[in-house]
Nanobody, 122 residues
Framework: QVQLVESGGGLVQAGGSLRLSCAASGRTFSTYAMAWFRRAPGKEREFVAYISWSGFSTYYADSVKRRFTISRDNAKNTVYLQMNSLKPEDTAVYYC???????????????WGQGTQVTVSS
């Protein structure tokens, strides 16, 4: 069993940066692929990025490519999402998720955090 807790959200102006963190409990964190998803008001949940258990493989949604960076520190049981050049359309609740394999499909993830709000003002 893995429990995930996100932090680092907040209000930022367009063009600014935030770093989200997702702290995981459980000894098996390093064996899971991890991902970030987001849900904007009135919209479906959207894939943002994933990272393999080793950290060697990453993948991004086109909408965030070259602006966001996903990383992980298995010694700290933490995955990060560095978000730069933020836009108002990045406003959403951001969720981290853990699963057995890398995927951009939310149903492939077994564990989810409660989410952290990111608001980007114009």
């Amino acid at each position: 069993q893995v429990q995930l807790v996100e932090s680092g959200g907040g209000l930022v102006q367009a063009g600014g940066s935030l770093r989200l963190s997702c702290a995981a409990s459980g000894r098996t964190f390093s064996t899971y692929a991890m991902a970030w998803f987001r849900r904007a008001p009135g919209k479906e949940r959207e894939f943002v990025a994933y990272i393999s258990w080793s950290g060697f493989s990453t993948y991004y949604a086109d909408s965030v490519k070259r602006r966001f960076t996903i990383s992980r520190d298995n010694a700290k049981n933490t995955v990060y999402l560095q978000m730069n050049s933020l836009k108002p359309e990045d406003t959403a609740v951001y969720y981290c998720a853990g699963g057995a394999r890398e995927s951009d499909y939310h149903r492939h993830y077994d564990y989810w955090g409660q989410g952290t709000q990111v608001t980007v003002s114009s």
